[in-house]
């Protein structure tokens, strides 16, 4: 037992490649595994299209205490207590949601409470069961017969039309007449 060592090595991997059949089946392995690879692909990373359309889920019995930032949609049902900042994407407050946190995203729809202060790039939409106690800043606003909004409303212009006029920005600080002979200083 102790001194027979061969016995107990496989041995179906040295006579299976001199086999002529065991050749013709790792053939056939090898062409399966040379369709897997471009099926998984897919399958782990998603075309571009889908990838956009990805909405990340906190779930209702999920509590969040802190910050949650990140470069996908993000569609919340539970708590959370912080901040909440999403790149240019959309945020969504589900009904059940409960926010006590400053939003930061690109488009900003509320079906829950939040409160706290929302910049919405894009737009933000209070629809009618929705509530927002706290200050909205955004470009486009929404809000729907029979949502609750307290607090006030600031509305930028979105960056595009502010780069056809060769005007002044509201938020630049510089004096509103400049001194004689001075030029513009960038800052």
């Not at 470069?71 to 959370?80: A, F, K, P, S, W």
């Not at 006030?152 to 979105?158: H, M």
Request: proline share 5%; aromatic share 4%; charged share 25%.
């Amino acid at each position: 037992m102790w001194g027979d060592k061969k016995s107990h090595t496989p041995q179906a991997v040295d006579p299976g490649l001199k086999n002529v059949k065991t050749n013709q089946s790792l053939k056939a392995t090898l062409a399966f595994w040379e369709r897997t690879p471009k099926m998984n692909n897919d399958a782990i990373r998603p075309t571009e299209a889908t990838a956009d359309r990805a909405t990340a889920r906190l779930g209702p019995s999920l509590h969040v205490k802190g910050e949650i930032s990140g470069n996908e949609d993000l569609y919340i049902e539970g708590t959370v207590e912080g901040l909440v900042h999403l790149d240019e994407r959309k945020l969504t407050v589900g009904v059940t949601a409960k926010l006590t946190a400053d939003v930061l995203a690109g488009e900003v729809i509320v079906y829950g409470s939040v409160k706290g202060n929302v910049r919405g790039t894009g737009k933000i939409e209070i629809k009618k069961d929705g509530s927002v106690n706290g200050d909205l800043t955004t470009a486009q606003i929404i809000i729907e017969d029979g949502a609750y909004f307290k607090g006030s409303i600031e509305i930028e212009k979105s960056a595009q039309k502010e780069g056809d006029k060769d005007g002044f920005s509201p938020t630049a600080s510089a004096p509103a007449t400049p001194a004689a002979g001075s030029e513009p200083k960038s800052i």
